[in-house]
Nanobody
Framework: QVHLVESGGGLVQAGASLRLSCAASGRTFSLRAMGWFRQAPGKERESVSSITWTGGLTYYADSVRGRFTISKDNSKNMIYLQMNTLKPEDTAVYYC?????????????????WGQGTQVTVSS
C-alpha cells in the first residue's frame, strides 16, 4: 500500500503562483509514475501533469503546459507541481496520484493510489 499526502494549496489572485507537494510513503519501491489531477465542482477529475519515476518523462495537459512544471525528488519520495500565472479556471481540488505502471500516465486508470486532495482557489 502507498499513502499520499498533498500540501501547498490555498487562495490566490489570478497571476499568482503556488507550489503543491505530494509525499509518498509505504511500498514506494513499486511506484513507476506519479501525477497530479484536479476536479472542479460539477466536473470530472482531469489529468494535469504526470511524471515517470525513472527517466522523468513528463506529461502536461494543454491547459497548463507552459505555466505548470512537475518535478520529483526520488530520494524523498516526493513530487511537486509549480503552478505559475494561475487563472480562475485553475480553481479545483488537486489530487496526487501514484501508480505501478509507467505507461498511459495521463489516464486516471494508470493510478492505483490517490491522496485526499488540496484545494486551490484562484480569484479574478
Amino acid at each position: 500500500q502507498v499513502h499520499l499526502v498533498e500540501s501547498g494549496g490555498g487562495l490566490v489572485q489570478a497571476g499568482a503562483s503556488l507550489r503543491l507537494s505530494c509525499a509518498a510513503s509505504g511500498r514506494t519501491f513499486s511506484l513507476r509514475a506519479m501525477g497530479w489531477f484536479r476536479q472542479a465542482p460539477g466536473k470530472e477529475r482531469e489529468s494535469v501533469s504526470s511524471i515517470t519515476w525513472t527517466g522523468g518523462l513528463t506529461y502536461y495537459a494543454d491547459s497548463v503546459r507552459g505555466r505548470f512544471t512537475i518535478s520529483k525528488d526520488n530520494s524523498k519520495n516526493m513530487i511537486y507541481l509549480q503552478m505559475n500565472t494561475l487563472k480562475p479556471e485553475d480553481t479545483a481540488v488537486y489530487y496526487c496520484a501514484a501508480g505501478n505502471s509507467p505507461v498511459g500516465i495521463a489516464s486516471k486508470s494508470a493510478y492505483d493510489y490517490w491522496g485526499q486532495g488540496t484545494q486551490v482557489t484562484v480569484s479574478s
